[in-house]
């Protein structure tokens, strides 16, 4: 996969139709440096009450106003936080607030706005052609450029190197124009991201001080100075200082804001997290949500598990995809017509997230026994909160009377249901339906299986699984 990736939006306007210089100044178009364009849509989107930062959940009282000040004063910006904290998203997201369109010279290799050539070739075409100079237009999702920095990104890869192609044209060494431009300057008018700036060779941030402060660029002593109006973002691991690098000094003064990212504070901001970015091929209820975003916590919280390499929300998102992919095979091999994924489906996600946590020296063998001790405070603490009132008192006294209930991960929601126990008159199953939001026959199952779950962490019932994957409540 290449390294160098380019932002998207869902759908674009019709781009201008003025095609020359000429007819672009008598449109009454004005040039707006990169970091005025950027300044004006931001405010202009604050001002009328619009969202610059959609998606981006869980910042809205921290890195968000740290980052629009940083934007307003037209600051470069690198974010230093842990994986799986969002910067990537936050740094994709700028390119929202470029115009959609902007006019460069047609064919220019640096993307030069028609009313000031930068490159030889780009200033001798305008002299020649004056007023009749062609004009394309630039989506600005064409205006923002990403690399993933790796320990083998080459100078000639940010900045630029001698093409040998044109060499061998017949162009003269001294002549800029033999120039391959790198990453950086093909940005011009543009943002680039770095992802990563710690993995670097700090020679290679060497090479970025020019571009960071000076605005311009030097490959292989040419005397060649190209105003570059870019505005660079960066992202990095504050662990990345002392284990796979650093961001040299220098280079790090030259970033007028740096601004750390977290998890999310609170629960319902890593389960908005989770129910955006997971792609579910089941009906995952919200409780099981609750459940993982507070199993994720819990493992950021563990005193067992290494907070240096952090525990990214990847990890939420891949426990919420490996339960709804539970779900749909068990309705898939038993014929279920409603895929819906349960509290016995947990378990899958224990078994394959394993090994995206690093636990501390000394607590590798306990790897399973932490997870599922963590995974059984989180549904605990779940059913705390959203089953608070309901009083369960009947169903322990069923099951405490001989009744039980089976299920398990090739148990359908009909035999689950139907193995319930009768309970008179009461409306209970109802009752603990209706408190978590449960409609289908599929959601009514997992909203019980909940509340047995409930009752057999707080040591009111009794629960007994076999080999075959069957658990028995009594």
Same mark, same amino acid.
């Not at 290799?109 to 052609?129: K, Q």
């Not at 099981?288 to 916590?297: K, M, N, P, Q, S």
């Not at 946590?357 to 995974?375: P, T």
């Given at each position: 996969?290449?390294?160098?990736?380019?932002?998207?939006?869902?759908?674009?306007?019709?781009?201008?139709?003025?095609?020359?210089?000429?007819?672009?100044?008598?449109?009454?178009?004005?040039?707006?440096?990169v970091?005025?364009?950027?300044?004006?849509?931001?405010?202009?989107?604050?001002?009328?009450?619009?969202?610059?930062?959609?998606?981006?959940?869980?910042?809205?009282?921290?890195?968000?106003?740290?980052?629009?000040?940083?934007?307003?004063?037209?600051?470069?910006?690198?974010?230093?936080?842990?994986?799986?904290?969002?910067?990537?998203?936050?740094?994709?997201?700028l390119?929202?607030?470029?115009?959609?369109?902007?006019p460069?010279?047609?064919?220019?290799?640096?993307?030069?706005?028609p009313?000031?050539?930068?490159?030889?070739?780009?200033?001798?075409?305008?002299?020649?052609?004056?007023?009749?100079?062609?004009?394309?237009?630039?989506?600005?999702?064409?205006?923002?450029a990403?690399?993933?920095?790796?320990?083998?990104?080459?100078?000639?890869?940010?900045?630029?190197?001698?093409?040998?192609?044109?060499?061998?044209?017949g162009?003269?060494?001294?002549?800029?124009?033999?120039?391959?431009?790198?990453?950086?300057?093909?940005?011009?008018?543009?943002?680039?991201?770095?992802?990563?700036?710690?993995?670097?060779?700090?020679?290679?941030?060497v090479?970025m001080?020019?571009?960071?402060?000076?605005?311009?660029?030097?490959?292989?002593?040419?005397?060649?100075?190209?105003?570059?109006?870019?505005?660079?973002?960066?992202?990095?691991n504050?662990?990345d200082?002392?284990?796979?690098?650093?961001?040299?000094?220098?280079l790090?003064?030259?970033?007028?804001?740096?601004?750390?990212t977290?998890?999310?504070?609170?629960?319902?901001?890593?389960? @908005?997290?989770? +129910?955006? %970015?997971? $792609?579910? =091929? !089941?009906? #995952?209820? &919200?409780?099981?949500?609750? *459940?993982?975003?507070?199993?994720?916590?819990?493992?950021?919280?563990?005193?067992?598990?290494?907070?240096?390499?952090?525990?990214?929300?990847?990890?939420?998102?891949?426990?919420?995809?490996t339960?709804?992919?539970?779900?749909?095979?068990? @309705?898939?091999? +038993?014929? %279920?017509? $409603?895929? =819906? !994924?349960? #509290?016995? &489906?947990?378990?899958?996600? *224990?078994?394959?997230?394993?090994?995206?946590?690093?636990?501390?020296?000394g607590?590798?063998?306990?790897?399973?026994?932490?997870?599922?001790h963590?995974?059984?405070?989180?549904?605990?603490?779940?059913?705390?909160?959203?089953l608070?009132?309901?009083?369960?008192?009947?169903?322990?006294?069923?099951?405490?009377?001989?009744?039980?209930?089976?299920?398990?991960?090739?148990?359908?929601?009909?035999?689950?249901?139907?193995?319930?126990?009768?309970?008179?008159?009461?409306?209970?199953?109802?009752?603990?339906?209706?408190?978590?939001?449960?409609?289908?026959?599929?959601?009514?199952?997992?909203?019980?299986?909940?509340?047995?779950?409930?009752?057999?962490?707080?040591q009111?019932?009794?629960?007994?699984?076999?080999?075959?994957?069957?658990?028995t409540?009594?």
């Amino acid at each position: 996969m290449d390294e160098v990736t380019t932002a998207t939006t869902s759908s674009r306007t019709t781009p201008p139709t003025i095609a020359t210089v000429g007819a672009l100044r008598a449109s009454g178009h004005e040039q707006t440096a990169v970091r005025a364009e950027i300044r004006r849509n931001l405010l202009a989107a604050l001002a009328d009450g619009r969202d610059p930062w959609p998606g981006i959940q869980g910042f809205g009282s921290t890195v968000i106003p740290q980052l629009e000040r940083a934007l307003i004063a037209g600051h470069d910006i690198v974010l230093l936080g842990e994986r799986g904290q969002g910067k990537t998203r936050v740094l994709r997201s700028l390119v929202g607030l470029l115009d959609e369109w902007a006019p460069v010279i047609d064919g220019s290799e640096l993307g030069e706005h028609p009313y000031e050539p930068i490159t030889p070739e780009s200033v001798r075409r305008a002299a020649e052609l004056g007023d009749d100079l062609p004009v394309a237009w630039r989506h600005r999702d064409e205006r923002y450029a990403e690399k993933l920095a790796t320990p083998d990104t080459s100078v000639a890869d940010l900045v630029g190197d001698v093409d040998p192609m044109k060499v061998a044209e017949g162009r003269h060494l001294g002549d800029p124009e033999t120039i391959h431009f790198g990453l950086i300057p093909r940005s011009h008018r543009g943002i680039v991201a770095i992802n990563e700036l710690p993995d670097l060779a700090e020679r290679i941030q060497v090479a970025m001080l020019n571009v960071m402060e000076e605005r311009d660029i030097q490959v292989r002593g040419y005397i060649l100075r190209l105003p570059l109006d870019v505005l660079v973002v960066a992202s990095a691991n504050p662990e990345d200082y002392t284990n796979r690098g650093r961001i040299i000094t220098p280079l790090k003064d030259r970033f007028g804001a740096e601004i750390r990212t977290h998890y999310p504070l609170e629960v319902q901001d890593e389960v @908005a997290v989770i +129910r955006q %970015e997971a $792609d579910l =091929v !089941a009906t #995952v209820p &919200d409780h099981l949500i609750e *459940v993982l975003a507070r199993f994720t916590r819990g493992l950021r919280e563990s005193p067992y598990v290494d907070q240096r390499s952090g525990v990214s929300a990847r990890f939420a998102i891949a426990g919420a995809e490996t339960v709804a992919a539970a779900a749909l095979h068990r @309705a898939t091999v +038993r014929g %279920e017509s $409603d895929a =819906v !994924a349960r #509290v016995v &489906d947990l378990e899958t996600a *224990v078994d394959v997230l394993g090994g995206k946590i690093e636990l501390e020296s000394g607590q590798e063998d306990r790897g399973r026994e932490i997870l599922e001790h963590l995974l059984r405070t989180a549904t605990a603490e779940t059913v705390r909160r959203r089953l608070r009132g309901v009083d369960l008192g009947l169903l322990v006294s069923a099951l405490e009377e001989g009744g039980q209930v089976t299920t398990g991960e090739q148990v359908t929601a009909h035999e689950l249901l139907t193995s319930l126990p009768q309970l008179g008159e009461s409306d209970l199953y109802d009752t603990v339906a209706e408190h978590l939001g449960a409609a289908s026959e599929g959601e009514r199952a997992a909203a019980v299986e909940l509340a047995l779950e409930g009752l057999y962490l707080a040591q009111k019932v009794s629960k007994d699984s076999d080999d075959a994957g069957t658990t028995t409540y009594g």
